[in-house]
């Protein structure tokens, strides 16, 4: 997924990151995972182009806000019981893609308590606009 981060429509971009932003949430297609809440820690990365997030007067209204990522993903990881991962990871990329000043984005999910013999199970996804 790395890779992406050199994309030549990348390069004149600012990344900005939530990370290990941890959700208990109902996700899973397993009977004992709809009985109750999981742990979830969401990753994310922005792609801003830099002449839409490089402050002149040190004001927060003029780059892209971080608790618009938290805001975003609480209200979506509420709405209703989740059954995949990839749902989750595209749902909230495709939210981060709708703020206007956001050309890209990667996003990354991980389930750190479905197995005891590894620290988590995951998926991860890029998109990009089409500018």
Known sequence: MHGAFFHPRLMDCRRM???DYEVLINIGVYEHEKKGEQRVLINVQLFVPLDLS????????????????RQTIAKHVTQSHIHLQET???????MMLSHPHVRAVSVSTEKPDV???CQSVGIEVFMMKDV
Do not use: H, Q
């Not at 402050?55 to 618009?68: I, R």
């Not at 989750?88 to 495709?94: E, M, P, Q």
């Open 17 to 19: 990151y939530l990370r």
């Open 54 to 69: 490089t402050p002149v007067a040190d004001s927060l209204d003029e780059v892209v806000d971080y608790d618009f990522m």
């Open 88 to 94: 989750l990871c595209d749902g909230i990329a495709k």
């Open 115 to 117: 197995y005891s013999d």
